[in-house]
């Protein structure tokens, strides 16, 4: 998609994917690892646990992840109260309409059509 910016400098500015050089689930990735750093810092180095990856069914979004069911044990805390504040502090990411939980915790993202 032409057009988009990878990554602006300032905090706080609205992160951009990098559509065209790498896949989405990369960039994804490495946002909400970034974002996840910030919201839980005792816990940055648990960071890399973190993947996300295409949706297995249409009705889950675009991508999906089930990091915060991976952390819960290690942070001592329930895999949906982890998506919540991973949601609260998710890139705001050109491309990304909205982020959802499901279940115990799954994180499903749709992505902007």
Do not use: W
Not at 36 to 47: G, K, N, Q, T, V
């Amino acid at each position: 998609m032409p057009g988009l910016k990878t990554h602006p400098a300032a905090e706080g500015a609205r992160e951009a994917l990098s559509f065209m050089n790498e896949p989405v689930n990369i960039s994804l990735t490495a946002c909400m690892r970034g974002r996840f750093a910030r919201a839980f810092p005792e816990f940055a180095d648990s960071a890399a646990a973190i993947r996300v990856e295409a949706a297995s069914a249409p009705e889950f979004g675009d991508y999906q992840s089930n990091a915060a069911m991976a952390l819960a044990k290690k942070m001592k805390m329930p895999p949906r109260a982890i998506a919540t504040k991973l949601i609260e502090k998710a890139c705001e990411a050109e491309g990304v309409a909205r982020m959802e939980i499901a279940g115990p915790g799954f994180i499903n993202i749709f992505m902007d059509t």
